[in-house]
């Protein structure tokens, strides 16, 4: 099994940055592809940012492209996820989540091809 925590998020005005951390124990997870998704209130959950297995592709929402970065570090079995110029409508909790397959692309957007998943994190960004 595998169990992800994240940190790092808190409370920060419109144009300034956090970055998150999901760090991963139990099983390594440097085999799957890694994801932040986020959630705001009455909406549904949406896919921000996956990486490869390897690390060499990412993927981004269009919402985010520009602004945030996906990395992972393997040695440390964690990912982050860099949120510059951060606007209100960034405001959710953000949970990290490890892909089912293994060794794979990393172009997985749907909630069910992740079987592993953290509990978020609050960004909340105010105007």
């Known amino acids: 099994q595998v169990q992800l925590v994240e940190s790092g998020g808190g409370l920060v005005q419109a144009g300034d940055s956090l970055r998150l951390s999901c760090a991963a124990s139990g099983r390594t997870v440097s085999s799957r592809t890694m994801a932040w998704f986020r959630q705001a209130p009455e909406k549904e959950r949406e896919f921000v940012a996956s990486?490869?297995?390897?690390?060499?592709?990412?993927y981004y929402a269009d919402s985010v492209k520009g602004r945030f970065t996906i990395s992972r570090d393997n040695a440390k079995n964690t990912v982050y996820l860099q949120m510059n110029s951060l606007k209100p409508e960034d405001t959710s909790v953000y949970s990290c989540?490890?892909?089912?397959?293994?060794?794979?692309?990393?172009?997985?957007?749907?909630?069910?091809?992740?079987?592993?998943w953290g509990q978020g994190t609050q960004v909340t960004v105010s105007s």
């Open positions: 989540a490890a892909s089912i397959g293994e060794y794979s692309h990393g172009y997985y957007t749907r909630p069910y091809e992740y079987a592993y």
């Open positions: 990486i490869s297995w390897s690390g060499v592709s990412t």
